[in-house]
C-alpha cells in the first residue's frame, strides 16, 4: 500500500472508516507486517494454488510463515507437503489454529469461506501439558468446594 519505494506515497485507498471491525483487522494485519521480518523482506513461494484458494510461504534466515487465503464461497482444505514431520504451523496471528502432521505426512490447512491466516512455521510441541494439569487443577479445585461447601450446607442444616 505504499509503492514500495524508499519514499513512500501515503496516498492509499480510502477505507470504510465506521467499519471497527474491518479497521481492527487492518491494524492487526499492519502490526504483524511490521513485526515480521520474513513478511517484510522473505522469498516467496507459492505452495498451493486452486481456485480461489492460495497458499504461499515467506521465508528469511529467522523465520518462514504459510499465509493461506481462502477466497472462495465454500470451506477449502490445502495439504501442504515438503513440512518436516517434526515441525507444525502455529497460527493465532488472526485465528488461533494449529496443524500439525497428518498420518499422510501432509499438513492439513483449512479454511473457511473469505477468510485468511497467518501461520509460523515451529518445532512440534505435542499437547501443552502445562495447560492440561493446570486445567485440571483448577477444575478439581471447584469440585473440591463444591462438595465442601453441600457438606457444610447439610450440617448447619441438621
Known amino acids: 500500500m505504499d509503492n514500495g519505494l524508499a519514499e513512500a506515497d501515503h496516498r492509499m485507498a480510502e477505507l470504510n472508516k465506521e467499519d471497527e471491525q474491518l479497521i481492527q483487522h487492518i491494524e492487526k494485519l499492519?502490526?504483524?507486517?511490521?513485526?515480521?521480518?520474513?513478511?517484510?523482506?522473505?522469498?516467496?513461494d507459492v505452495v498451493m494454488e486452486a481456485g480461489a484458494m492460495?497458499?504461499?510461504?515467506?521465508?528469511?534466515?529467522?523465520?518462514?510463515?504459510?499465509?493461506a487465503i481462502n477466497n472462495d464461497t465454500e470451506t477449502q482444505v490445502a495439504s501442504l507437503e515438503?513440512?518436516?514431520?517434526?515441525?507444525?504451523?502455529?497460527?493465532?496471528?488472526?485465528?488461533?489454529?494449529i496443524v500439525r502432521v497428518q498420518e499422510d505426512g501432509t499438513?492439513?490447512?483449512?479454511?473457511?469461506?473469505?477468510?485468511?491466516?497467518?501461520?509460523?512455521l515451529e518445532e512440534n510441541t505435542g499437547l501443552n501439558w502445562f495447560f492440561?494439569?493446570?486445567?485440571?487443577v483448577i477444575?478439581?479445585?471447584?469440585?473440591?468446594?463444591?462438595?465442601a461447601v453441600n457438606v457444610?450446607?447439610?450440617?448447619v442444616k441438621k
Not at 33 to 41: D, F, G, P, V
Not at 132 to 136: E, F, K, P
Not at 139 to 147: K, R
Open 30 to 44: 499492519a502490526e504483524i507486517h511490521q513485526k515480521s521480518s520474513a513478511l517484510q523482506q522473505g522469498d516467496l
Open 54 to 67: 492460495a497458499v504461499y510461504k515467506r521465508s528469511d534466515q529467522n523465520q518462514t510463515m504459510y499465509i
Open 82 to 97: 515438503g513440512i518436516n514431520e517434526n515441525e507444525q504451523l502455529r497460527g493465532g496471528l488472526l485465528d488461533d489454529n
Open 107 to 120: 499438513h492439513k490447512v483449512i479454511l473457511e469461506r473469505e477468510t485468511s491466516n497467518i501461520f509460523i
Open 132 to 136: 492440561i494439569s493446570m486445567l485440571v
Open 139 to 147: 477444575m478439581g479445585g471447584f469440585v473440591a468446594f463444591i462438595v
Open 152 to 155: 457444610k450446607s447439610k450440617k
